[in-house]
């Protein structure tokens, strides 16, 4: 009796009936998004123009001015293959000093110009009589579908992410995401929440997905890339080298060394999908706290979180799938919709 086809047609068989994927092993925000932690926005600017398939994805913390009340910060280097700025700082300090940027990989240097610029708007003595910022900038490479070398990214578009970024934001193929693969199949943004109520919590995750071979992809512990590869053969695969940016934000109160232990977790609910953190993937998370001056939480007390931030990983990149329009890009390169290929296999 083949286990793995019995598990896969139920799985189908759910899809059919419920269009949804996902079980989640925790209660979900209401909205099961990033932004149901309070004050948290998000902002896409999105270029859909023949070749150049890309864009930017703004994620801005309440708090009208991070330079003068940074807030708390960690992140998670799971894999180092990547290009992106304002690491090191938070690394060495534990502060988020400006709003976050994702993009693809040849626009960090336009994503840390704009947020300078948005940094001296709100402090007009940066880098005078006082220091200098910080900026937070993150990267995927959409070299597949988007034309890399256009460098079409603009300190508009980041400018217009930030300037536009809501509590209710698009999923799937759009901002960063637009140009985005994962597993062979269209990735982009996605997003999930939980709740914590033994510290009255909320913890929120948006995902910039851009990894994963298809013959590992797991869904909801379902094997299932070797039942979709029959259907794609004249795509060229994916190797799990692309990358995948994982912003958390919560509202409990931690400190940096607590936050990076949160962000760690992301790399269980990468696993549960099947990626193994491949030589060439850029696998970076960071997470943040909305309260600038956290109360003391014992360590012990994290456990709830420890479990929400591997749960909402795994069901953010659910999302992206989910959430992604197929694209067509660069050199007619094409990456098909997860929805539709559950359709075909349904």
């Not at 959409?142 to 578009?157: K, R, T």
């Not at 039942?227 to 995948?244: C, F, K, M, N, V």
């Not at 409990?252 to 607590?258: E, H, I």
Request: net charge negative; charged share 15%; proline share 6%.
């Amino acid at each position: 009796m083949d286990f793995q086809q019995m598990q896969r047609d139920l799985l189908l068989q759910r899809w059919r009936e419920t269009r949804t994927l996902g079980q989640p092993r925790m209660a979900c925000g209401p909205a099961n998004t990033l932004a149901d932690v309070p004050g948290v926005r998000v902002g896409h600017s999105t270029l859909d123009a023949g070749e150049v398939q890309t864009g930017v994805t703004a994620i801005v913390p309440p708090g009208e001015n991070l330079f003068s009340q940074p807030l708390p910060c960690g992140a998670a280097v799971l894999n180092g293959f990547a290009k992106p700025v304002g690491l090191v700082q938070i690394a060495e300090l534990g502060l988020l000093q400006t709003p976050i940027l994702l993009s693809n990989t040849l626009a960090v240097g336009t994503l840390f110009t704009a947020l300078v610029r948005d940094a001296i708007s709100r402090n007009p003595e940066l880098g005078r009589s006082l220091p200098t910022v910080n900026p937070l900038a993150l990267e995927c490479n959409d070299g597949w579908l988007n034309d890399i070398q256009a460098l079409a990214v603009s300190d508009e578009m980041a400018q217009q992410a930030l300037q536009t970024a809501s509590a209710e934001f698009a999923r799937g193929s759009v901002g960063a995401g637009r140009g985005m693969s994962c597993f062979s199949l269209k990735g982009g943004i996605g997003s999930a929440s939980r709740l914590i109520p033994t510290l009255d919590a909320t913890l929120g995750v948006l995902v910039l997905a851009n990894f994963g071979a298809l013959n590992a992809l797991t869904l909801d512990g379902v094997r299932f890339g070797a039942a979709i590869e029959p259907l794609l053969p004249e795509l060229t695969p994916q190797r799990d080298a692309g990358s995948i940016i994982i912003i958390m934000a919560t509202d409990a109160p931690l400190d940096a060394r607590q936050l990076t232990r949160i962000a760690k977790r992301a790399g269980a609910g990468l696993g549960r999908l099947g990626s193994y953190w491949g030589h060439g993937s850029g696998d970076i998370a960071v997470a943040f706290s909305t309260r600038p001056q956290p109360a003391s939480l014992a360590d012990a007390a994290l456990e709830p979180l420890l479990a929400a931030a591997a749960d909402a990983t795994e069901h953010a990149v659910l999302d992206a799938l989910l959430s992604a329009e197929a694209v067509t890009g660069f050199r007619g390169h094409f990456r098909p919709a997860l929805r539709d290929i559950l359709d075909r296999l349904s």
